[in-house]
């Protein structure tokens, strides 16, 4: 019974193998292992007064501003110099969602649920570049 299994799955390696090896092509391109990586261009971020338009009523926004030399580590997050319960109305920036004042049971507390700590983890920021790999996704809105 074994013996059969194996035999079976080395013949499956053996007729997918050779198909598999010619279709990938790595991102590197055929620049060898040990050649230094190719110079990239550094990409423009893209700025929207207003904001970006979502893709979906609770897709979180992407941020539509510089965050270059914005930290987010256990003793700062700048980004909440300015979107904070405290500060946004100084910054004239828009308050963190409704969503990120709610616990795990869904009460509204009076500050930031710790959830949401990493902002980039949801809001990325956008750059104008073509997509790497073709997308044919249509927002919903
Ligand atoms: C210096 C103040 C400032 C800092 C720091 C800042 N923001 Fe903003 N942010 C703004 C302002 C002002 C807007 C509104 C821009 C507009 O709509 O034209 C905004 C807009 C946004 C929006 C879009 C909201 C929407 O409804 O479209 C997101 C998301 C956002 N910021 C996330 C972040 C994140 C994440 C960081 C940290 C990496 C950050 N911001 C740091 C001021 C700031
Ligand atoms: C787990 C994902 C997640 C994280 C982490 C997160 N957000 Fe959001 N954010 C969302 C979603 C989803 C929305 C849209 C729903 C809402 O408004 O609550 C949103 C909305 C916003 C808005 C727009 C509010 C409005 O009224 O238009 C701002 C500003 C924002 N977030 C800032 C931040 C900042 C700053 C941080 C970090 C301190 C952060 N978010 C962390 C998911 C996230």
């Known amino acids: 019974m074994k013996k059969i299994t194996l035999t079976a799955v080395a013949l499956g390696l053996m007729l997918t193998a050779p198909m598999a090896t010619a279709e990938v092509k790595s991102l590197r391109g055929d620049s060898e292992l040990s050649a230094d990586a190719q110079q990239f261009d550094r990409k423009d971020e893209v700025y929207a007064t207003g904001g970006f338009k979502r893709a979906w009523k609770l897709q979180p926004p992407a941020v539509p501003h510089k965050t270059d030399n914005d930290r987010i580590v256990l003793q700062e997050n700048t980004c909440l110099n300015c979107h904070s319960t405290e500060t946004f109305e100084k ?7 409704d969503s990120h ?17 990493f902002c980039n983890q949801c809001h990325v920021p956008q750059v104008d570049a073509e997509p790497l790999v073709e997308n044919l996704f249509e927002g919903d809105n």
């Open 91 to 97: 910054e004239k920036a828009p308050k963190l969602g």
């Open 101 to 117: 004042y709610l616990d795990m049971e869904g009460n509204v507390m009076q500050e930031m649920s710790m959830r949401r700590y």
